[in-house]
Nanobody, 121 residues
Framework: QVQLVESGGGAVQAGGSLRLSCVPS????????IAWFRQAPGKEREVVSC????????YYSNSAKGRFTISRDNAKNVAFLQMNSLKPEDTARYYC??????????????WGKGTLVTVSS
């Protein structure tokens, strides 16, 4: 079955850090852009960050800039989202997605089921 599996979520206090991981099942990440999205209760899914297949081009939402870092290790077939200085408003379910290029949710081909991040004040 072709899918993505996220891990690394959890509950932290404001100011803390988490590192999310994204591992594919049934395919390799090498030729795909990898994006992290998040969805808080009652809100639409939004893109947090994206990295192109080579790793040379990255994108961050305004809320993620300066605090989050996206990376990938194509040799190990894994992608990461390092999240520092977490805020309560970062609380959401975080999803990993793969697509031919960075873009919105409709443009991604594969999705994970998400990992929950809860930040308390």
């Amino acid at each position: 079955q072709v899918q993505l599996v996220e891990s690394g979520g959890g509950a932290v206090q404001a100011g803390g850090s988490l590192r999310l991981s994204c591992v594919p099942s049934g395919f390799t990440l090498n030729y795909y852009a990898i994006a992290w999205f998040r969805q808080a209760p009652g809100k639409e899914r939004e893109v947090v960050s994206c990295i192109m297949d080579s790793g040379g081009v990255t994108y961050y939402s305004n809320s993620a800039k300066g605090r989050f870092t996206i990376s990938r290790d194509n040799a190990k077939n894994v992608a990461f989202l390092q999240m520092n200085s977490l805020k309560p408003e970062d609380t959401a379910r975080y999803y990993c997605a793969a697509g031919t290029m960075c873009g919105g949710p409709d443009g991604m081909d594969y999705w994970g089921k998400g990992t929950l991040v809860t930040v308390s004040s």
